[in-house]
């Protein structure tokens, strides 16, 4: 064995990876009985992962096939606001946005930026039904190209990203534009694996959002819009009913508005 490999050895013992492994088997075990696979599909399995780890695709797929699950185990018998996928377009640097003197937080774009202006309200509140002023809140969404600053989009790096607090009455509102339904990367392992199912690679639009506030769990989420023809086949399976607004048509602008609830910390 060479120095190379050996230096990713761990050293001690963890009982919880021996734990979460034991119980992975014994499910795994009674899966296999009741999928009876045989094992050409088994060795088709593994070639395809391999494949998609060598595609650098193993993030999405997670985030695409499996997070909403780990969330739903996690969070669907507890009260305050269902969290939703953190997904793979999440950078954690983006700028301070302070709010106008009207309250508004005018969120980083280009001149004219192309897509319909939206005021996206919320409150934030404790699930006592307390307002919670000052909470840290940081936002990110794409743009009417479908894609995002610092990944795929050519917009400037931290376009329709930022950072901002709550007003005292624990609300914010930002002025972005309508973000757009948008399609995962479908062309490697990942893509692949949508045609076996046939399933589209579609994600209805949506706004990303994650809270923090001190003596709360941080809470990761996402809104969606009442009428997007993708809701109900959401390729990543994010969608929660109380995260649906409703898209209200002004004179030359949308808007729409969410209440947040932050469970405390366990
Ligand atoms: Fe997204």
Same mark, same amino acid.
């Given at each position: 064995m060479t120095q190379e490999m050996t230096k990713? *050895?761990? %050293?001690t013992k963890n009982e919880r990876v021996e734990e979460v492994f034991d119980l992975f088997i014994k499910h795994m075990q009674a899966f296999l009985e009741e999928a009876k696979l045989n094992h050409e599909e088994y060795t088709n399995f593994v070639n395809w992962a391999d494949r998609l780890g060598k595609s650098g695709e193993l993030p999405l797929y997670a985030d695409v096939f499996l997070e909403t699950h780990v969330l739903q185990a996690m969070y %669907?018998?507890?009260?305050g606001t269902q969290p939703s996928l953190l997904g793979p377009y999440y950078v954690d640097d983006a700028p301070f946005v302070e709010a106008d =003197?009207? $309250?508004?937080?005018?969120l980083p774009k280009r001149?004219? =930026?192309?897509g319909d202006v939206l005021y996206f309200s919320g409150t934030v509140k404790s699930v006592e039904g307390e307002p919670l002023a000052n909470a840290e809140v940081d936002y990110w969404q794409n743009d009417n190209s479908a894609k995002y600053s610092n990944f795929d989009?050519?917009?400037?790096?931290?376009? *329709?990203r930022g950072r901002f607090k709550t007003d005292e009455n624990g609300k914010f509102t930002v002025k972005t534009i309508q973000a757009v339904p948008y399609p995962i990367p479908d062309q490697g392992p990942t893509g692949e694996f949508l045609g076996y199912m046939e399933q589209h690679p579609m994600r209805p639009a949506h706004l990303h959002i994650m809270f923090k506030a001190p003596g709360h769990e941080t809470l990761i989420t996402q809104v969606f819009f009442e009428g997007d023809e993708w809701m109900e086949t959401d390729v990543a399976e $994010?969608?929660?009913? =109380?995260l649906i607004t409703q898209l209200q048509e002004k004179d030359g602008y949308k808007e729409a508005q969410l209440e947040f609830v932050m469970r405390k910390d366990q």
């Open positions: 990713h *050895l761990p %050293t %669907t018998e507890l009260p =003197e009207e $309250g508004i937080i005018d001149e004219n =930026e192309p989009s050519d917009a400037p790096d931290y376009n *329709l $994010g969608v929660r009913d =109380e």
